[in-house]
């Protein structure tokens, strides 16, 4: 059919007579042709291109014949469907692209969909562990609580039996890491406040044990001492001081009457702890001068100690001196005989 | 007797030549009118195809019905093929735009898949980290 119109085109052309516009170069028609062989034409639009080359060739024959006016129709339609095989054959170059974009894409959509699976695993992961996490801060929070409530405990037990006057270093290191502790708490460093906490409690305890033995002698002996008539008791770090006044006469030498009982109460309470150490100090009053009161004391001291060693009380345990006129402060103070219950062991002297 | 013969063959034979005539003028009508039809629609659907381009068929229809009602046949025969051709070849680019504008739709949704893909990786990453950092501790 379609070689039919052709063909009616052609004699129709070659049979018109009207007079027509001069004829245009027919290079025109012949460079589009060419261009749309580039463009694939020939592949992509065999029809136009073939219809092209013919019209090409029509015009050509028809300018050589002088035949202008039916050579300018005939390049018309050349150029016409040279133009339509140059679309046809882009449209092809631009489906083909599209083929290709459609694979990336769908290559590009797998990709991101195995991304938005992973996401949502991880997320899911993130939240669990935060979950864990933020149960073991709650927990930690209170272990480092109980803990610091617990060092606390220890350290008010260690201050209980004097650790300042048995162990105070011990005492101190505990109460300094229980101070760390406390800032790292509020700081919410849970794992390192528990780690001082513990080692507050270490020390408080180590306080509390080396100071427990001491303490309980040391009030065992205070409150034996105590007890004894005109006594007056002071505890000491290491020791327990037992004042007794009005057992010489001023400047004597011999025990006076009344002074028996309390020294034979004294004896019975240093027999109870056979070990201890003890030293006896004579504070002189200021009748004398310091030499005579030196004298007076030393054998005053010596007086007490035979009292006492005539009692029972072996003589190695004792040591005696002389204080001479005994000033407190600037104040004069009263004669006395001061008896210092030592607590370390005599054979560790 | 001859002559009425020969008058009648002629008579005959005009005649048929009239009837012949008169069936392909209505042809070629309804034929240019088809046309006109095809570019109004291409006229109406598209806004991307050069307006000289649109003009040039228009105009062919135009001096195909002019030289249909001036009585040559014959021109207005090659004016339609021009017309037919041309109108093809709007269709054509009309096709190559649509194909076009389709691959450039693509490409931008390829590209905004791709941002988001690798949106997605980074965010991933992050996660990823944060979980180590965790495991770590």
């Known amino acids: 059919m379609r070689i039919v119109i052709l063909f009616i085109v052609t004699l129709t052309l070659a049979s018109a007579s009207k007079a ?20 694939g034409g020939g592949a992509y639009a065999p029809q136009a291109m073939k219809e092209a080359q013919f019209f090409y060739e029509q015009a050509e024959r028809e300018l050589k014949n002088g035949n202008d006016e039916r050579a300018e129709e005939f390049r018309l339609i050349s150029e016409i469907r040279s133009k339509t095989a140059i679309s046809i054959s882009r449209k092809k170059t631009y489906e083909n692209e599209l083929q290709v974009i459609e694979f990336q894409l769908d290559e590009t959509s797998s990709i991101k969909k195995n991304f938005e699976g992973e996401l949502r695993k991880n997320v899911t992961r993130l939240g ?8 073991s801060q709650d927990r930690m929070l209170s272990t480092a609580l109980d803990t610091l409530e617990k060092a606390s405990e220890r350290i008010n037990a260690a201050e209980g039996v004097s650790a300042e006057d048995f162990n105070p270093q011990a005492l101190d290191e505990a109460r300094q890491t229980y101070s760390m502790a ?29 100071s427990k033995t ?45 002074a028996f009982p309390s020294l034979d109460a004294l004896a019975s309470v240093l027999a109870g702890y056979s070990n201890l150490p003890v030293t006896i100090e004579v504070y002189a009053s200021e009748q004398n001068s310091d030499d005579e009161n030196i004298k007076i004391g030393e054998t005053q001291a010596e007086t007490v100690k035979n009292y006492l060693v005539s009692k029972g009380i072996s003589p190695q345990r004792f040591k005696v001196t002389s204080a001479g006129l005994g000033v407190k402060e600037g104040v004069k103070e009263d004669s006395r005989i001061e008896v210092i219950i030592h607590l370390f062991e005599l054979s560790s002297t | 007797m001859r002559t009425i013969i020969a008058t009648t063959i002629l008579f005959l034979l005009f005649s048929f030549s009239y009837s012949q005539s008169k069936g ?7 034929k240019i009118k088809a046309l006109e039809i095809k570019l109004s ?20 229809i135009e001096e195909a019905k002019k030289s249909f009602n001036s009585g040559r046949p014959g021109v207005t025969q090659i004016i339609m093929e021009k017309a037919s051709y041309q109108v093809e070849y709007l269709n054509a680019l009309i096709e190559e735009s649509r194909v076009k504008r389709e691959v450039e739709e693509k490409k931008e949704f390829l590209q905004k898949i791709r941002s988001q893909t690798e949106e997605l990786k980074a965010i991933n990453k992050e996660v990823e980290n944060e979980i180590k950092g965790f495991e770590d501790k």
């Open chain 1, 20 to 39: 027509a516009p001069t004829v245009k170069d027919i290079m025109s028609a012949y460079n589009l042709l060419e261009d749309a062989k580039r463009q």
């Open chain 1, 128 to 135: 669990e562990i935060k979950e864990k996490l933020a149960i």
């Open chain 1, 182 to 210: 406390e800032e790292d708490l509020t700081l919410g460093e849970y794992k390192k406040s528990i780690e001082l906490g513990e080692k507050a409690i270490d020390l408080a305890e180590i306080a509390y044990e080396r």
């Open chain 1, 214 to 258: 001491k303490f309980e002698l040391r009030s065992g002996i205070l409150d034996r001492v105590s007890r004894i008539y005109g006594a007056k008791t002071e505890p000491l770090k290491d020791g327990v001081k037992v004042n007794l006044h009005g057992v010489f006469a001023p400047s004597g030498k011999t025990i006076l009457f009344d």
């Open chain 2, 24 to 30: 392909n003028d209505e042809e070629t009508l309804s």
């Open chain 2, 41 to 60: 629609g291409i006229q109406s659907k598209s806004t991307v195809i050069p307006t000289e381009e649109v003009n040039k068929a228009s105009e062919w």
